[in-house]
């Protein structure tokens, strides 16, 4: 979905306000209702072409959804144009106070809110669309309707970089329409799930800003990393070490950590990121950060969360430049199939605001690790191109630095794919499921990722937990990193992936007893035996160290060490 450009009313002879209600103790009224699709529309007729727009909010007297903050920010100050008098967003504090209107329980309606006002109020893959006609049900003590549940609700507050929304919405489990729930959302965002009402006052209070969500620095572990462990003078495998450990400074932390990304920072330490959850399709999902210094892995610590939202797909890329592009699928709710594509930037020690490049909650935008930098300086994302394990790989291309973005629209045959430039130019991916004659399947691309031959590998395909690397090494070679019948391989080709003469299972034959984590568990890794499943993501330093991450393990060889 493009950015929106309202088309904006002029004028109008009866402006449709706000029904606007006297709040008992406080120095603001506050609109019995959300704003309608009328009311909004008075201010902004093109938005009329959202109407409907999933199923959802097809009538005058729904609630409005798919306006942004600013969008409701600039309806407040046109209506206070229009009408003569100050109208404004609430804080969360006057949002809180309003809706319990003197209760003290988990909802203004008692400890349970009543099963006839919900609205769909579970997890949902696929949203269930229901009306969102506002007032049709008993109001609380105060006279304001909708304060659970209806459409979430933009308020003034930030939380870190986002803004703060209140009260739940439809296609959402009941406890996240609790009075005290807090939610947030990137600013621009626009979902079925988000609307808002408004406050009259004659003061702007200064708002709440919580900044505790927003994470811009990198932790400082210590020196540049030079690796301790290893030796670059002729070939090597390293001791596994575990880089997922528990925080110690209070970040949250799950019992399912998956999913990893990693990257080279520009002082050589290594960066690596995974989500942690209770559960895939959660909102308590965060994105949590370690560094290794060549010695050690850091605690874990919070990298990145919008607060109440999936974090789903998460990517990041050195560029030459020096700074670091992350990539962050964010949900409009708990499930991770309508997600929208974000971006920010690390430069000289700080990370940008997440914005998103790709702003639509819709398929094809979960991200997978392994973007690349073309030799013409286009940046490749790979991203799923839907929730099931034949769906395939969008292919996302940016001409400009990550400044402007575009879906290919084609497919690339498996989910989870990896990518590599040819010498040629053309692009070869292999992924995860659409097996080809039994084996692993192989796309190749001759017009940019706009069109894909697919045949099959000579590799047995994966499956369910495990997830491929594929990456051209700095020496020249191709990689590829993936699950065989006795656990992971790695193969090299010398001859763009015409032939994969070099394979070998990544244990250096020690008998070890491993934690993988996540849906891995604990595996035994011998001379015939290796990690049986999980996540992978690679980086390769600068004296050649190839960084192998599984969903807990983090592995360390060189291009001798294949060779040997």
């Known amino acids: ?121 579970e997890n949902t893959r696929d949203k269930v669309p229901v009306s969102l006609q506002v007032a049709s049900f008993a109001p609380n003590a105060w006279g304001l309707f909708d ?112 999913q990893p990304a990693v990257c080279c920072l520009p002082d050589g330490r290594l960066l690596a990121i995974w989500f942690s959850t209770d559960a895939e399709a959660g909102r308590e999902m965060v994105v949590l950060q370690s560094i290794f210094d060549g010695k050690a892995w850091s605690p874990a610590s919070l990298f990145c969360k919008v607060p109440g939202r999936n974090m789903t797909g998460s990517a990041l890329l050195s560029l030459d430049s020096g700074e670091i592009l992350h990539f962050q699928g964010v949900g409009d709710a708990g499930e991770w199939k309508d997600l929208a594509l974000s971006m920010r930037r690390l430069s000289g020690g700080n990370w940008s605001a997440l914005k998103y490049i790709e702003p639509e909650h819709e398929v094809r935008h979960q991200v997978i690790a392994g973007p690349i930098v073309t030799r013409d300086g286009r940046i490749l994302l790979c991203c799923d191109a839907g929730p099931g394990g034949e769906d395939g790989t969008s292919l996302h291309v940016s001409n400009d630095g990550g400044e402007s973005w575009e879906d290919t629209g084609s497919t690339i045959a498996g989910i989870h794919a990896g990518i590599v430039e040819l010498a040629d130019g053309s692009l070869m991916a292999y992924g995860r499921g659409n097996s080809i004659e039994g084996k692993m399947p192989r796309s190749i691309s001759r017009d940019g990722g706009r069109s894909w031959e697919y045949s099959p590998t000579t590799f047995p395909p994966i499956g369910s937990g495990q ?98």
């Open 1 to 121: 979905m493009k950015p929106i450009l309202w088309t904006l009313a002029l004028a109008a002879a009866c402006t449709p306000a706000p029904t606007m209600i006297d709040i008992p103790g406080a120095s603001f009224k506050m609109s019995s209702t959300e704003v309608t699709n009328a009311q909004f529309e008075a201010f902004a007729p093109s938005h009329k072409h959202l109407r409907g727009y999933k199923g959802f909010s097809l009538n005058d007297d729904e609630a409005v959804v798919m306006v942004s903050w600013d969008d409701a920010v600039a309806y407040c100050e046109w209506l206070s144009r229009r009408i003569g008098r100050n109208f404004r967003l609430p804080t969360q504090a006057e949002w809180e106070y309003a809706c319990r209107a003197g209760s003290t329980s988990a909802y203004n309606t008692g400890d349970n809110f009543p099963s006839e006002q919900w609205k769909v109020q």
């Open 147 to 258: 304060m659970h549940g209806n459409v979430e609700e933009w308020c003034l507050d930030r939380i870190g970089d986002y803004r703060a929304v209140r009260g739940g919405s439809h296609n959402t489990p009941v406890e996240f329409l609790r009075s005290d729930a807090v939610s947030a959302s990137i600013p621009e965002d626009r979902s079925v799930l988000l609307g808002f009402r408004v406050v009259e006052a004659s003061e702007i209070p200064a708002p709440c800003t919580n900044q505790a969500e927003s994470v811009h620095r990198l932790p400082e572990t210590g020196l540049p990393c030079t690796d301790q462990a290893l030796s670059v003078h002729g070939p090597f495998f390293a001791q596994p070490l575990p880089y997922v450990i528990a925080p110690v400074d209070g970040s949250p932390f799950y019992a399912h950590n998956h």
């Open 467 to 564: 997830r491929l690397v594929l990456k051209r090494l700095q020496e020249g070679p191709l990689m590829l990193c993936s699950f065989g019948e006795n656990g992971l391989f790695l193969a090299l080709s010398e001859d763009e992936g015409v032939s994969w003469p070099v394979q070998k299972l990544i244990s250096d034959g020690k008998t070890r007893v491993l934690d993988g984590g996540a849906w891995t568990g604990k595996f035994t890794m011998d001379a015939t035996h290796a990690e049986p499943r999980g996540y992978l993501a690679c980086t390769q330093g600068p004296d050649g160290t190839i960084h192998l991450l599984s969903s807990r393990v983090h592995y360390r060889f060189n291009l001798d060490w294949i060779r040997k």
